[in-house]
């Protein structure tokens, strides 16, 4: 019987071939790892082993404008018109009759004072009046009844010069019975209190039964209009002169021919939506401040402002024919001067030295050390790692500015990849 051998021995080709496969196999699964590894590694968009691309940075692009010089003082609202509310008669305060922190108008009733010791005084004119107009009445008969009796020498002259006193001193005291009678009805008058303007009227100072004085012109109330009110507000006096000589220079020019508009923030921050009117500015410096005192006259339709309430207030004096708005975060300010990065030749950005009047509404205003067309970068400053490197300047665009809407198009092809099943 012949002897069973194995099907291959360790020399097979079978074997070899199967060893070998496995082999390149194994060897191929390295080379795409490492492949794939490598592609992880490097950056989107930069060539393998080369430097990274400049970075972005936001510019603004430098234009000439017309620009106001805004200047904001602090300022003390100030009622248009105050009348206090004042007695003009001894007496007692029978009756209040307003509410207090209402709207009253001119003429209307406020206090009653007793009146009953001016009717008596008023009632005793008018009985002596009448007294004097009846001697008037006696004294005017006997002197025409003397007159031709004169003329006919029946009677003496003196008896008719007598006569005409008698009836000269009854006209005198006539009239002072009428000035009595007009003083007392004045007087009684005087016992109904009447608002003396029209406004908005505070808390009574005196109550009901309360003892008043003319003497002491005791204050019963105070009426304040304040529909439109005044603001006072101060500047020091080295600001005018410079602002005066920067006129006369022609730095600057004066802001058109009406009134200068005046604008006001209340002590919460917010400006009040009514703008005022520079009414005039003080001829003289106060000595113990050095500020000269200016004045607004301010619409208040809505009672936002209150008398004696600070405010902020923000003018404009005059403008600047050619100036320049730089955001206020594109502007370095040191101790040896102010400067912005502007983009140069090639995209390299250098620093610029800048010279600064004024802020206003989060900007610099500059008039030295820009041109037009002058790109100014204003954000991407944590992109910049080595000065000087070139970069690439796209449009800047003010936080809180409308982005643009995407196109027809856009919206359903975009919808259309969002419904689309995952693999497809």
């Known amino acids: 019987m012949p002897t069973l051998q194995p099907m291959c021995s360790i020399s097979c080709p079978c074997l070899n071939t199967q060893i070998v496969l496995r082999t390149w196999l194994a060897a191929t699964a390295l080379v795409l790892l490492s492949a794939c590894s490598g592609k992880e590694a490097t950056p989107a968009g930069t060539p393998a082993g080369g430097p990274p691309p400049p970075p972005s940075v936001g510019v603004l692009t430098m234009a000439p404008q017309v620009v106001a010089l805004q200047t904001e003082l602090p300022g003390r609202v100030e009622p248009q018109r105050t009348a206090q509310v004042r007695a003009r008669v001894n007496g007692v305060v029978m009756k209040r009759q307003f509410a207090e922190g209402s709207v009253v108008r001119a003429g209307q009733p406020l206090f009653l004072i007793d009146p009953a010791p001016y009717q008596a005084t008023l009632d005793g004119a008018a009985a002596q009046l009448a007294r004097a107009e009846a001697g008037l009445a006696q004294a ?3 002197a025409e009844r003397y007159k031709p009796l004169a003329e006919a020498r029946a009677i003496s002259q003196q008896d008719y010069a007598n006569a005409a006193a008698a009836q000269r001193s009854a006209q005198a005291d006539v009239a002072a019975g009428r000035a009595a009678v007009q003083s007392a009805r004045i007087n009684l008058g005087y016992a109904q209190v009447t608002a003396p303007i029209s406004g908005r009227i505070g808390r ?3 109550t009901e039964g309360a003892l008043v004085s003319a ?26 002169l410079a602002l005066r000589r920067a006129l006369a220079n022609n730095q600057l020019r004066r802001v058109g021919g009406e009134a200068v508009a005046v604008n006001v923030v209340l002590e919460d921050g917010s400006p009040l939506p009514q703008a005022g009117k520079l009414l005039f500015s003080d001829l003289s410096v106060d000595a113990t401040t050095g500020q000269v005192t200016l004045r607004a006259e301010v619409p208040n339709p809505d009672g936002l402002m209150l008398p004696g309430q600070y405010v902020r207030v923000r003018l404009a004096q005059a403008e600047l024919p050619a100036g320049y708005l730089v955001p206020q975060q594109a502007v370095t300010r040191t101790q040896q001067g102010d400067s912005v990065l502007v983009v140069g030749e090639g995209n390299q950005p250098g620093p610029r030295p800048v010279k600064i009047r004024s802020g206003q509404a989060g900007q610099w205003v500059v008039t030295d050390g820009l041109k037009a067309g002058d790109r100014v970068i204003v ?3 944590q992109k910049m790692f080595v000065p000087g490197a070139p970069v690439t300047p796209v449009p800047w665009q003010a936080p809180g500015a409308a982005a643009t809407p995407p196109s027809p198009m856009a919206a359903p092809a975009a919808s259309a990849a969002a419904s689309a099943p995952a693999g497809k």
């Open 140 to 142: 005017t008969a006997t």
């Open 204 to 206: 009574a100072l005196v």
């Open 215 to 240: 003497a002491e012109a005791t204050q019963l109330a105070l009426i304040q209009q304040t529909s439109t009110v005044y603001v006072n507000f101060t500047q020091s006096s080295g600001e005018v």
């Open 379 to 381: 954000d991407g400053f």
